[in-house]
């Protein structure tokens, strides 16, 4: 599983940065991708693109994927925007790898 643990903010100064963390190839071979979003304080629009984006990508991939919750504001975000319909929303990353199946 790859984990990529996403800090401060996610706006859109710092959306490029993730978009090339999620194309590398440790990450894309890896059978999960989980976003850690609980040390992200603040996401704007740009970030919740990004999210989507991602979320696309490893499903293009066959990889499963999820997000952590966030802090009150991320989660209210996520809440609002309804993105816990597309994506999976987990407490930990290893929620997430109970839930995959065995490879």
Do not use: C, W, Y
């Amino acid at each position: 599983m790859a984990v990529l643990k996403l800090e401060g903010e996610l706006d859109l100064a710092s959306a490029p940065l993730l978009e090339a963390e999620v194309d590398r190839p440790q990450v894309t071979s890896a059978p999960n991708l989980l976003l850690d979003l609980q040390g992200l304080q603040f996401i704007d629009s740009t970030g919740l693109r990004t999210l989507f984006s991602a979320f696309q990508r490893a499903s293009a991939r066959g990889q499963g994927f999820a997000v952590t919750d966030g802090s009150p504001q991320v989660q209210r975000l996520l809440a609002i925007t309804r993105m816990g319909e597309h994506m999976k929303i987990v407490a930990s990353a290893q929620e997430l790898a109970d839930d995959s199946p065995a490879r």
